[in-house]
């Protein structure tokens, strides 16, 4: 596991007896201590020369934690096998984008909040179901079966009508408070009559795991010098936000806390378009 900590507060990781546990030094005593679903992300503010680039922490599904404080103000937590669950995310080729996580957070009596995150690689194959088999729009002579097999999912189709454009896109959504929309994939593009064939895989990136320790009230614009979705991007497989530029929005894994959807467009110019689409599941 490796630890990158932008706290005072050390923080330390330990086995014993086959469990394993966190400990925070120094943090004093606790108003409270939750466990629940991280999520890191990151978006622009304002376009042109005046555009910033901003992160921000939210947590989800919070419960509370069993922690015990020592005479010495240290906290521990046992992390339990249980709850653990890979992370998923991704970096736009914009810099914009999302991490999900395990995450802790502790509520000191004096002084700022502290998270701990906990981003882990998947270890299991995934595994990929549909809500329905077939996108058909009404009146246009399209039709797409979409399946699931070995994990993948296979959209095969045709469409006869002479359109401007058709489009299998997938749309990964984290349901954050900015980019409400999700983000969008486009696994196929037909333009005029032909035939659709489109097949995908999620993404399960091999990674060392990782642990973060931030202070949620620091974030913020990317020039501050504070933690953000920039600072831990290259731990997970690319080297800076200037590869994506080239390469297109990079994926670091599919999953948990992530609403998907795949859905066919077709589209007859002058902005008018018509849609169906289905719900994905991956677990």
Not at 117 to 142: F, G, H, Q, T, Y
Not at 229 to 247: E, M, P, Q
Not at 254 to 268: H, M, P, Q, S
Request: hydrophobic letters at 35%; aromatic letters at 10%.
């Amino acid at each position: 596991m490796r630890i990158t900590s932008y706290v005072k507060n050390p923080i330390v990781h330990y086995a014993d007896n086959g469990r394993e546990y966190f400990t925070v030094h120094t943090i004093g005593p606790l108003k409270g201590a939750f466990t629940g679903r991280g999520i890191i992300y990151s978006w622009v503010d304002q376009v042109g020369e005046n555009s910033t680039m901003n992160s921000q922490f939210e947590m989800r599904e919070m419960t509370p934690v069993r922690h015990v404080v020592d005479e010495s103000s240290k906290i521990t937590i046992e992390l339990d096998a249980k709850s653990r669950f890979p992370g998923s995310g991704i970096v736009s080729s914009t810099g914009e984008g999302y991490a999900i996580g395990l995450a802790f957070k502790f509520e000191p009596t004096k002084g700022r909040n502290i998270v701990l995150m906990l981003i882990s690689p998947r270890s299991s194959p995934l595994n990929v179901s549909v809500e329905k088999s077939v996108l058909a729009i009404p009146n246009e002579e399209s039709r797409v079966i979409v399946t699931t097999d070995g994990g993948k999912l296979r959209c095969l189709g045709e469409i006869s009508d002479q359109l401007k454009r058709a489009r299998i896109v997938l749309n990964r959504n984290p349901r954050l408070p900015v980019y409400r929309a999700g983000f969008n994939e486009t696994l196929f593009e037909l333009k005029g009559r032909g035939k659709i064939s489109a097949v995908w895989k999620p993404v399960a990136r091999s990674f060392e795991e990782l642990l973060l320790a931030f202070y949620p009230s620091s974030m913020g614009s990317f020039d501050s010098g504070s933690m953000g979705l920039h600072k831990i991007a290259n731990y997970f497989g690319f080297n800076s936000f200037s590869d994506t530029r080239k390469l297109g929005d990079f994926i670091i894994g599919d999953g948990v806390g992530v609403n998907y959807t795949v859905r066919l467009e077709l589209g007859r110019g002058l902005g008018r378009r018509a849609v169906d689409q289905t719900k994905l599941t991956i677990n």
